[in-house]
């Protein structure tokens, strides 16, 4: 079943488990997705961000999420990822997307603010819910690691949320999106402190190759969302490489060998989520 943004976090939140959200590009993504969340009994996030448009379209791909969610026996919350744009959040809301990111987290503090506040009156008119991030998660291999305080302050993030609206906050912990080269230390206590301070559903970006032990405490924590993207690509990857090496490799059963890396790799998430049961 459909449900909003706002219903699938403060579950999580009141029950300190965190939901999985998925960057799927594909039907068989969504599928082994959806098929992952029903065997597991777990709520889910589909979700697809602006900068995989050019080979998953969002007018193509809205469809098929919302069909799959409608017809799920689980919760599932049909989410735009870093939407770059006022006009890219209202096209996602047309469409049917019921939650929306507006990512202007690379601009000064103001006008951070100054656009997340107008999507949310635009996207709260429609009833859509509104992420937002703040402090910087950037991308492995594209954003230069920067000397100073990397992570999103404790203050700034309370003034963030009263002055925007928002309804759930991207934090930077040292998370980055991408294959990361070395297992990263995220910043825990920071996490804490941002937590403490505000008791509101937070979300971890570029869950790919985080510890087990990283994943943990963000969701003892306060983090109610983690995003995975690349980990579903590089088993897709694998997989369908390892089966094309085959003489009999054929176009339909390949079709099934992303469907069935999706699952598994989403299974694998969501167990870690501890979001088992919890639809
Ligand atoms: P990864 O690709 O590192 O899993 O990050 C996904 C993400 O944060 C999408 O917004």
Redesign the pocket.
């Known amino acids: 079943m459909l449900v909003t943004f706002k219903e699938i976090l403060s579950d999580a939140l009141d029950h300190k488990y965190a939901v999985g959200a998925f960057?799927c590009l594909s039907l068989e993504n969504v599928m082994g997705a959806i098929e992952a969340a029903e065997e597991l009994s777990s709520p889910i996030i589909l979700q697809l961000?602006e900068v995989q448009f050019p080979y998953s379209p969002l007018a193509c791909m809205a469809p098929i999420f919302l069909e799959y969610a409608r017809k799920s026996k689980v919760p599932v919350c049909v989410h735009l990822?870093?939407g770059q744009s006022f006009e890219t959040c209202a096209e996602a809301i047309r469409l049917g997307f019921n939650s929306v990111m507006i990512d202007s987290s690379l601009l000064p503090f103001r006008e951070n603010v100054a656009l997340v506040k107008d999507v949310v009156r635009m996207a709260h008119a429609m009833h859509v819910d509104v992420e937002a991030e703040l402090g910087m998660v950037g991308t492995i291999g594209v954003t230069e690691a920067s000397g100073g305080d990397i992570y999103t302050g404790v203050e700034e993030s309370a003034r963030f949320i009263a002055e925007t609206g928002v309804d759930a906050l991207a934090i930077a912990l040292g998370n980055m999106?991408?294959n990361y080269v070395a297992t990263p230390k995220l910043n825990i206590t920071r996490l804490q402190e941002i937590n403490a301070r505000n008791h509101f559903p937070l979300v971890l970006?570029?869950?790919?190759g985080t510890s087990v032990e990283d994943f943990k405490a963000c969701i003892h924590n306060g983090i109610c969302k983690i995003?995975?993207?690349?980990?579903i690509q590089l088993r897709i990857t694998e997989k369908v490489r390892r089966y094309v090496a085959d003489d009999r490799a054929n176009y339909i059963d390949m079709k099934y060998v992303i469907v069935d890396a999706s699952r598994e790799v989403v299974k694998e998430h969501l167990t870690l989520f501890e979001s088992i049961g919890h639809a």
Do not use: P, S
């Open positions: 960057n961000a990822d870093h999106h991408g970006h570029g869950g790919t995003n995975v993207a690349t980990a």
